[in-house]
Structures are given as structure tokens and as C-alpha cells.
């Protein structure tokens, strides 16, 4: 079935570790984007990619990191994670000049 | 991208429509309205788009002022299952690096009750 996925679903982490959540879609979008949403908040776009090859800030871009290496993945890394990063965090994609935006199912993260 | 207004919260009774606001009186002329929901924790779903003109597809309409400056959807006969958090969203098409993407704002929170 076509469509965006992220892994972990879930994850707890401990403060100062390094982690990487996944994003891939096999859509063939060439626009992908992660968002941060906390409780009682919207979402917040932390990073984005209108191509393979090329990213930008959202944002929230300080302590995280993106690349996109090819067209179907996108990955977020926590270089050392805070609890400030406690969070669920989306990945989404979207093909150019197009209307709607797919998102994943999100990732819970819990820093501690 | 321009910055919209809504408002906290909603209610509407099941069955009636429910009828969402959306001040974006800084839009500019390259700039859709999106509309998007989120039910409890799931990931946004795509509603409706528009540009000036009013559109309508299978989930709802949208109503956009002559002027732009703001705009309302409707969901022509609200259910239990439409309780969700709306966001509008004024989209850049073209012209900047800022092309495309969806910055959300607060939302509002409808609650279809029964």
C-alpha cells in the first residue's frame, strides 16, 4: 500500500544519546517536511526538503538535523537529545504543485 | 507565509453544519487557503484548497471572500466522527523557498456533540 511511514512508533530515550527517526514514502514526492507537535500545541515545522538533495529550516530547526539523500527517505537526528524534545513528531510529504500533503502516522519520543 | 486566525473552539450539534471561520487578511495573491484536520493523535488529513473561487469536494466546502481576506468551511451535516482539531493554512504556490509549505497555526477545536 502506497504511502509515508515512520519508525520507531515509539521511543524512550535518555538525555545526551544520539537517535534517528525514519521517514520514508514511496510516492514519489518530491517535497517532504517533519513536524514537532506538544501537547495542547499545533505542529511546528522543524525541517524541510522541496527535493532530493536540498533541505531547509522550518521553525524549530535548533538540535535537530535532516538529509535527504534520495527521494523516498527523509531521516530527522537528535545530535543529543534534551528533554525539551519530548514530543510527537510527523513526517510528511507532498508532491510538487500539489494540493494535498500525506503524513505519517507519527512518532512518540520521550527524552528523560 | 500569511498568518491566519481562528478560533480556540468550537461546538455543533450531530447532524447540522458545522461552519468554520478563517481571518488570513494578510494573504497575498499567490497564497491558497488549505484546510486541514487532526483527529486526536493521528497525522493531518487534507480537506479542501482554494484559491478565490468557492469549492466544494466530497468532504466539505469552502467559502472564500471576494477580497481574500478571509474565508469559512463547512461541513454540510456534521457527525460524531468530524470531532477534530481544524487548521487553515495560507500556502505560498510559487515565487519563494517558503513555495509549498505548511506552517500550522493553533487550529480550532471543533466538538460535534450528540
Known amino acids: 500500500i502506497a504511502g509515508i511511514t515512520q519508525a520507531p512508533t515509539s521511543q524512550i530515550l535518555a538525555a545526551g544519546r544520539r537517535m534517528t527517526l525514519r521517514c520514508t514514502q514511496d510516492?514519489?514526492?518530491?517535497?517532504m517536511y517533519w513536524y514537532r507537535q506538544d501537547l495542547g500545541l499545533g505542529l511546528r515545522l522543524i525541517h524541510y526538503?522541496?527535493?532530493?538533495?536540498?533541505?531547509g529550516k522550518g521553525e524549530v530547526p535548533d538540535g535537530y538535523s535532516v538529509s535527504r539523500a534520495n527521494t523516498d527517505d527523509f531521516p530527522l537526528t537528535l545530535a543529543s537529545a534534551v528533554p525539551s524534545q519530548t514530543s510527537v513528531y510527523f513526517c510528511?510529504?507532498?508532491?510538487?504543485?500539489?494540493?494535498?500533503?500525506?503524513f505519517g502516522q507519527g512518532t512518540r519520543l520521550t527524552v528523560v | 507565509d500569511a498568518k491566519t486566525t481562528q478560533p480556540p473552539s468550537m461546538d455543533c450539534a450531530e447532524g447540522r453544519a458545522a461552519n468554520l471561520p478563517c481571518n488570513h487578511s494578510?494573504?497575498?495573491?499567490?497564497?491558497?487557503v488549505y484546510w486541514y484536520r487532526q483527529i486526536h493523535s493521528q497525522g493531518p488529513q487534507y480537506i479542501i484548497h482554494?484559491?478565490?473561487n468557492n469549492e466544494t469536494n466530497e468532504m466539505a466546502s469552502l467559502i472564500i471572500t471576494e477580497d481574500r481576506k478571509s474565508s469559512t468551511l463547512i461541513l454540510p451535516h456534521a457527525t460524531l466522527r468530524d470531532t477534530a482539531v481544524y487548521y487553515c493554512?495560507?500556502?505560498?504556490?510559487?515565487?519563494?523557498?517558503?513555495?509549498?509549505?505548511?506552517?500550522f497555526g493553533q487550529g480550532t477545536t471543533l466538538q460535534v456533540k450528540p
Open positions: 510528511a510529504s507532498k508532491k510538487t504543485g500539489g494540493a494535498e500533503a500525506f
Open positions: 510516492m514519489r514526492h518530491n517535497a
Open positions: 526538503s522541496n527535493t532530493a538533495g536540498t533541505t
Open positions: 494578510t494573504i497575498s495573491g499567490n497564497e491558497y
Open positions: 482554494g484559491l478565490k
Open positions: 493554512i495560507a500556502v505560498m504556490t510559487h515565487g519563494s523557498s517558503n513555495t509549498g509549505k505548511l506552517i
